[in-house]
């Protein structure tokens, strides 16, 4: 899949596409739905708080880690769905290209 190169100035824009992936084909698990709104709504926005990113990580990771007992396994759409707003939480500077991709995998079209 050719997917364009993420400038600076498209950054937010990628993330707002991962997120309408997220609210189009996923299913956000009831304990994460909180965090994955709080980093959506913040990529809506125009400010950037890496605060928020940052303790989504960590809660995105723990979730997984503790529902599979283990970060690597992906055990369903709510897994795919968590894995893709992981795309979400990490700073600018990143290959968004390859963010926007892994999110598409994550939640094909059904």
């Not at 400038?7 to 698990?29: C, N, Q, Y």
């Not at 283990?70 to 939480?89: F, K, M, P, Y």
Request: with cysteine; charged share 25%.
């Amino acid at each position: 899949m050719n997917l364009p190169t993420a400038t600076p100035s498209s950054f937010r824009e990628v993330m707002r596409r991962i997120a309408k992936l997220i609210e189009d084909r996923g299913a956000v698990p009831a304990t994460v739905q909180p965090t994955i709104e709080a980093v959506m709504k913040m990529w809506q926005g125009n400010g950037l708080q890496l605060p928020i990113l940052s303790e989504a990580k960590v809660e995105l990771w723990s979730y997984l880690e503790e529902k599979n007992g283990d970060s690597t396994t992906i055990d369903g759409i709510g897994d795919r769905t968590v894995r893709a707003a992981l795309c979400l939480v990490d700073p600018p500077g990143d290959d968004e290209a390859d963010k926007l991709e892994w999110a598409q995998t994550m939640l094909p079209p059904s």
